[in-house]
């Protein structure tokens, strides 16, 4: 695990370090020093921890006039334990949506398990997006299944053809474009 990187592709449209509007905000980060983990696999230094011992994240891009954040996830996303949904809501978030961001754009390609809890906190970011959405990409069908399972799909699009999005090889709002007629389309708006 510690050879997966986050995407780099498209450090030429925005750094999360470089933006002062971002939780990350002139954060350092070591090549070499390998000190985040996931049980007991090293991840490798340029992901962003959050203050979850088992999910991990990256803010790929975010776009402040379009209103929109993509953000690419590792590890096990723990509710049950860890409550990575009120961490992820309350540290990283409500910090770009105070900026203007409503849409998100959730990227769990190497998400390998998601762990229950209740639904407090994915019901109150839905109520704050108001006219805003959550849109997961590229979950592994079985985490599809377990946040179908747990009643919480309710609150973002997934599944479909969102479970197969050829994200990199897009400019980022090319992306945030597809995914947003995608959602508009199953919403209904």
């Known amino acids: 695990m510690h050879e997966l990187e986050p995407f780099y592709g498209w450090r030429n449209y925005y750094i999360a370090e470089e933006d002062p509007s971002s939780p990350f905000y002139e954060k350092e980060y070591s ?11 090293y991840i490798h230094p340029q992901w962003d921890n959050f203050g979850s011992s088992t999910l991990l994240m ?13 953000i690419e996830f590792i590890g096990e996303w723990n509710d049950a334990i860890n409550n990575d949904i009120m ?6 978030l409500e910090i770009v949506m105070a900026e203007g961001i409503d849409k998100f754009i959730f990227i769990g ?8 809890s209740d639904d407090c906190y994915y019901e109150e970011l839905f109520d704050e997006l108001e006219d805003g959405w959550m849109a997961m990409i590229n979950f592994r069908d079985h985490v599809v299944r377990e946040f179908c ?7 973002f699009v997934c599944g479909g053809e969102l479970e197969d999005v050829a994200w990199r090889t897009e ?7 597809k995914i947003k007629k995608i959602v ?3 919403l209904g708006v």
């Open 31 to 41: 090549e070499f020093e390998y000190t985040n983990r996931i049980y007991n696999f």
């Open 149 to 155: 399972n747990a009643n919480i799909d309710q609150y």
């Open 109 to 116: 390609e190497n998400v390998l398990n998601f762990h229950e």
């Open 87 to 92: 961490m992820l809501k309350r540290d990283v």
């Open 171 to 177: 400019h980022p709002s090319q992306l945030y474009h």
């Open 58 to 70: 990256k803010i790929l891009f975010v776009d402040y006039d379009e209103g929109y954040a993509v």
């Open 184 to 186: 508009s389309r199953r």
